[in-house]
Every structure is written in structure tokens, then in C-alpha cells.
Nanobody, 123 residues
Framework: QVQLVESGGGLVQAGGSLRLSCAASGRTFSSYIMGWFRQAPGKEREFVAAITRIGGSTNYADSVKGRFTISRDNAKTTVYLQMNSLKPEDTAVYYC????????????????WGPGTQVTVSF
């Protein structure tokens, strides 16, 4: 079973950047569509971005389009989320997960969730 571990979160000022990583165990990483989600305090987990198996296609939430970039390195079994022009409303715990079928933006379509990494954007 594939296990995912996120890293790269932290505290950053508004307008700054962070790069999140999601490292996957197992040799079947390149078989999976991967997604990033986030959950802010008191809110439901929401879709951020997804990327196809060889990175040929990406999908973004409207709230991050133009600021965030999802990418992957199948040789390193890692998916990344480059976050630029960060805003205080981007503050959340960020999770990566494996897409198992269904609507790409629905969290119910994913499993094998990592433990998450905290991103805090200050004013």
C-alpha cells in the first residue's frame, strides 16, 4: 500500500512563496493521478490541484489558479505544489492523496491521505 508524507509547510508573510512536497512510498506512483487538498480551521477540506500520471494535464481550484503550480517527478515518486503570491486565506493544513476514480475535485474520489503539512500566511 502506498504511503504519502507531505513536507515543506511553514509560516510565511503574505505575498511570499512556499513549495510543498509529497513523497510516496511504493513503485506504482506513476500509475496514479495525484491531488492536493487543504483544510482551514472550521472549514471542510477543499480541492486545490491535481495532476495526471505523467504530468501532461493539471487542474486547479479557481482560488489558486495562476498562483499555484502542481508538478511531479515520477523518478523521485514525489508530487510538488509551488505556491506563490500567498494570501492569508491560503492558511490551512495541506494534504496530498491518490485519485482512485470519480470526480477529480471531490475528496471522496481520493484515498491514501498523508498526515498533512501546516501552511500559515500572516498579514
Amino acid at each position: 500500500q502506498v504511503q504519502l508524507v507531505e513536507s515543506g509547510g511553514g509560516l510565511v508573510q503574505a505575498g511570499g512563496s512556499l513549495r510543498l512536497s509529497c513523497a510516496a512510498s511504493g513503485r506504482t506512483f506513476s500509475s496514479y493521478i495525484m491531488g492536493w487538498f487543504r483544510q482551514a480551521p472550521g472549514k471542510e477540506r477543499e480541492f486545490v490541484a491535481a495532476i495526471t500520471r505523467i504530468g501532461g494535464s493539471t487542474n486547479y481550484a479557481d482560488s489558486v489558479k495562476g498562483r499555484f503550480t502542481i508538478s511531479r517527478d515520477n523518478a523521485k515518486t514525489t508530487v510538488y505544489l509551488q505556491m506563490n503570491s500567498l494570501k492569508p486565506e491560503d492558511t490551512a493544513v495541506y494534504y496530498c492523496a491518490i485519485h482512485r476514480g470519480g470526480t477529480i475535485r471531490e475528496q471522496s474520489s481520493y484515498d491514501s491521505w498523508g498526515p498533512g503539512t501546516q501552511v500559515t500566511v500572516s498579514f
